[in-house]
């Protein structure tokens, strides 16, 4: 394979800027680039964060020889912005290609998947779909697109099309979960993918959530400054809430804690929603003063897990969250952290039973919760831990990916 061969274009419509972006995509696309591989990578960005963070990003793919062509993400007319990005993704894809005749397409998600597909079809380029999820029925489960609004059902008919022709045009695809592999096998006509289909979960860089690199002294200065005893019990979530964390549920549990642990906290690493969180633990009958919300950026957030005696995260177990991934969950294991979780999400009850990593509830009802023990959370540190290198490790996503592009150009 010469070096012409090797040029990948690959498209993004979530922005490098973002944590997402930081996370679920330059990883994998410097850890490909080690093995030979010359990336052009095209992402959206949100104004704001790439004034802030374009200079960083920028420094990082030039040391990993990545060619970085942002564009700013256009939010409004809603649907109308995103035809016209659609519009801009493939204008700037064609000219790359003329310039650099890339061997493969990689498209995150179904927006780039429209021009990867159409790449193929007119240019003859490979296309890998990365699909991430059942994208369409993400907007409707998430309530985002109403399929009583004409519009919006129109939009969703057109994307269940496109999707099979994702799934059956496509020279390989990518699916977060075994769970939704085996949902997209069990289509019609749909059962001869398997071979096709190469599971990669959210991976993430675990020599990042290493307890044994959180000093001592770190743990007692963090505590010091939420104002925690080192005996009290520290119930700890992680991550953004949105649309598919049930929050409410989540200080439910926790109200069913305090009622055994009256010392107990709640401590809530996020970035967004702080007032929203207090005002729905007011409703629940949570103390605030039980309550800590703490931002923190990516490279602190492994010191704060730290500090937790458990973790909980309770996913709305929809249709679409057949295919998801949540990458706090490799994160947490790496930490040797006990998960408390709810059935019915991608294949996260499949990897907390396998590993012994915690426990899967059936049910989120107070009557559930008071059935738990928490002072002794079934759980296997040492087997947990490995489980985490072995499902979520980085380098692991990173050789699968490499094992697909090789599949698919040679």
Not at 3 to 30: A, H, R
Not at 268 to 278: K, N, R
Not at 306 to 327: E, G, V
Not at 368 to 380: A, G, H, M, T
Request: net charge neutral; hydrophobic share 40%.
């Amino acid at each position: 394979m010469d070096e012409v061969k090797k040029n990948v274009l690959y498209i993004s419509y979530d922005g490098m800027t973002d944590p997402l972006g930081q996370s679920q995509v330059l990883p994998y696309i410097f850890g490909l680039s080690k093995n030979g591989y010359v990336f052009h990578l095209i992402s959206f960005e949100k104004p704001e964060k790439f004034a802030l963070l374009k200079d960083h990003i920028q420094l990082l793919c030039d040391e990993n020889n990545v060619s970085w062509h942002p564009l700013i993400y256009t939010k409004k007319p809603p649907l109308l912005s995103t035809i016209y990005d659609v519009w801009r993704m493939k204008n700037l894809a064609l000219k790359l290609h003329k310039e650099h005749a890339f061997v493969l397409t990689h498209c995150r998600s179904y927006l780039s998947a429209l021009v990867g597909l159409g790449m193929k079809n007119n240019q003859g380029v490979n296309f890998l779909f990365d699909m991430r999820g059942f994208w369409a029925d993400e907007r409707v489960d998430g309530k985002i697109w109403s399929l009583s609004n004409p519009i919006f059902r129109t939009v969703y008919n057109y994307f269940k099309r496109k999707e099979t022709q994702f799934f059956l045009e496509s020279d390989h695809i990518i699916s977060l979960t075994f769970n939704g592999k085996s949902e997209i096998c069990s289509w019609p006509n749909f059962n001869g993918l398997s071979d096709k289909i190469e599971v990669i979960p959210c991976c993430a860089d675990l020599t990042k959530f290493d307890p044994d690199e959180i000093q001592e002294e770190r743990r007692v200065a963090l505590l010091e400054q939420l104002k925690i005893l080192p005996t009290q019990f520290i119930l700890g979530y992680v991550g953004s809430i949105g649309t598919w964390y049930m929050l409410d549920e989540m200080l439910q549990a926790f109200a069913v804690l305090l009622a055994k642990r009256p010392d107990a906290v709640f401590l809530i690493v996020s970035g967004d929603q702080h007032d929203f969180i207090l005002e729905q633990a007011d409703k629940i009958g949570v103390p605030r003063s039980s309550i800590r919300i703490q931002s923190a950026t990516h490279k602190d957030v492994s010191a704060y897990i730290s500090l937790f005696n458990a973790s909980a995260f309770f996913i709305r177990p929809t249709y679409s969250k057949k295919a998801s991934s949540p990458t706090k969950q490799g994160e947490l294991m790496s930490m040797g952290i006990p998960i408390i979780c709810n059935a019915g999400v991608g294949d996260t009850d499949m990897v907390i039973k396998k590993y012994e990593a915690g426990i899967v509830l059936q049910e989120l009802t107070p009557v559930i919760f008071s059935e738990i023990n928490w002072d002794q959370i079934p759980f296997n540190k040492t087997l947990a831990q490995h489980g985490a290198q072995e499902f979520y490790g980085l380098e692991t996503g990173v050789q699968r990916y490499l094992k697909v592009y090789e599949k698919i150009i040679q």
